[in-house]
């Protein structure tokens, strides 16, 4: 039953997984290998923009290409919910079809477990990514230095909103769409123009900008010192966060991401994720500056410059 | 909160994952690579003989050994129902880096996501293994050919009986114990000894030995043939099977393998098996055949040849 159902609704769309097998084998592999591992527990599981299906193809995508490696191939482990509509399931591996093509990343090995009613919710999902190293440089917080600029590839927080409206039957006009994308593109960019200069790589997800901020400040133990009036924001996104009472700063990106860059190449930098947009335009929104007391420094126009609170995660849960 | 819990619990246990970064670097890796992934959703989350922490690393170490590699990194992805004890997170963390310890592999990178109380059950654990093969050899079934020999590795169905004991509280004195355990060592040796010799091998996980011997029958067009009165099995596990009604055949294993071998080399096999035997004792079952109606035949002794029915999942869920 399991491995017809398995060979029929999985394997039939996804034709690189090995379903007879206990391992795939991916050839010899040239390069420094990179691997990592996200679970996707999403509610509700279709949002505008995208699909919990989607989201853990672009999810894994990202998190390979921020680390400055070409992603290659997905494992794809499925936990189903007994009594998930089959139309429900088959949506979900369809979009998993289109975005790991899109993504130019093949599927090669699954699993797939049934719980009892209760025991999960729908359809929770894990992909793990293998790429390997594009260039001998690797993306780290420990390679930033003070003066360095820090720039973001689109307008933020659309990805969570989007979740958020959607769980909560929030009826926004137009209603809020997720990020949602890959940036394998335009991260292969970045890391082959710029190379050491490029000091390092994070999409803004779980917390938003200001957690990204935050985990680099920590790391080098300077400060990261951003300008409100920079950061690029929809009308919309921002009027939704407004009357939610959301900092969009702590909200979730999927398509969105920060890069900390050498000041002498930034503008090169800008205008390569300009170039390569996958959504809206990127900004230039701060500076690395030598810590004083606070690890990050938003300026609000007047009043100078204030500290930026750590994003709770609580706040927003099961947004990817 | 999330990144300091995952700081203090997990990476300070697990030294190799890389906690801030988005993707971990395995450096290169000499050969072929192999790649496979698990999810674990076992209930209870301990059992005699393991606990779903350690049948985490068990099952994707051995998934990586059956196909002829080397394993190397494992990833290692939580999905956390509100209110977990964190006591009861910590055991299991404890139990996956003592198994990870053991098994020679680095947990390289994670992550962790907490769904509400009621939409998970305590922990699910998604394990994925990256290795390199050891021989240009493949293990498939299509190596198979008639007259191969049949081979299990040690007593069979014990995984099985022990979780379901445990879940349904049936007390056994003495209870069934899991078989649970790596197979790396093992399968290694197999596959440098014997090369092409050793058609393929297989974990008997969900659907038991009788599973396996339905895989390799579809995809050989041959037919498995075993001896009832030889395939190993405890006084123990036997009387709690013919108590629950349950064919041990159709009982999961989780450190206990069948291996098809060619003719003139079974007997080094099974030398191999019985001088680095994880538990209990290997015991050759049964042939390849040509098929004639069935698939898969055992003799019970008298009454010559019977059809070995395919088990059916849903029989016991949750079984890893």
């Known amino acids: 039953m399991m491995r017809q159902f398995i060979r029929d609704r999985i394997a039939a ?14 050839g010899t592999l040239t390069g420094e290998v990179a691997v990592t591992t996200d679970s996707f527990v999403v509610s509700p599981l279709f949002f505008p923009g995208g699909d919990i299906g989607s989201l853990a193809v672009h999810g894994t995508v990202n998190d390979l290409s921020m680390a400055g490696a070409k992603p290659l191939f997905l494992t794809l482990s499925l936990i189903l919910e007994e009594g998930l509509p089959l ?14 093509a899109n993504c130019d990343v093949k599927i090669v090995a699954g699993d797939t477990k049934v719980v009892p009613k209760g025991a999960a919710d729908g359809i929770f999902i894990n992909t793990t990514g293998v790429g390997v190293h594009e260039t001998l440089h690797r993306m780290s917080a420990t390679n930033i230095q003070c003066d360095d600029v820090l720039m973001v590839s689109g307008p933020i927080a659309q990805h969570g909103l989007a979740v958020l409206a959607a769980r909560e039957s929030i009826a926004f006009d137009p209603p809020p769409i997720s990020d ?8 292969s960019e970045l890391v082959r123009s710029l190379g050491p200069d490029l000091r390092t790589m994070r ?4 917390g938003g900008v200001a957690a990204v901020l935050h985990e680099w400040a920590e790391e080098t133990s300077l400060a990261m010192r951003i300008e409100q009036s920079q950061i690029p924001i929809t009308r919309e996104s ?5 009357l939610l009472g959301l900092d969009p700063l702590m909200v979730a990106n999927e398509g969105t991401f920060l890069a900390c860059v050498a000041k002498d190449r930034a503008g090169e ?19 690395v500056r030598e810590r004083q007391i606070s690890p990050v420094l938003i300026s609000r126009g007047l009043g100078g410059d204030q500290p930026l609170d750590e994003p709770i995660h609580a706040m927003l849960p099961r947004i990817c």
Do not use: N, Y
């Open 203 to 206: 999409d803004a997800t779980r």
């Open 238 to 242: 921002e009027g939704v966060c407004e």
């Open 269 to 287: 930098a800008m205008k390569i994720l300009a170039a390569h947009a996958v959504r809206g335009t990127p900004s230039v929104i701060g500076k």
């Open 13 to 26: 769309k996804l034709s690189d997984v090995q379903s007879h097998s206990d391992a795939a084998s991916l």
């Open 87 to 100: 139309e429900t399931f088959d949506r979900i591996i369809d979009s998993i079809a289109i975005a790991s």
């Open 180 to 187: 949602s994308a890959p940036l394998h593109h335009l991260a």
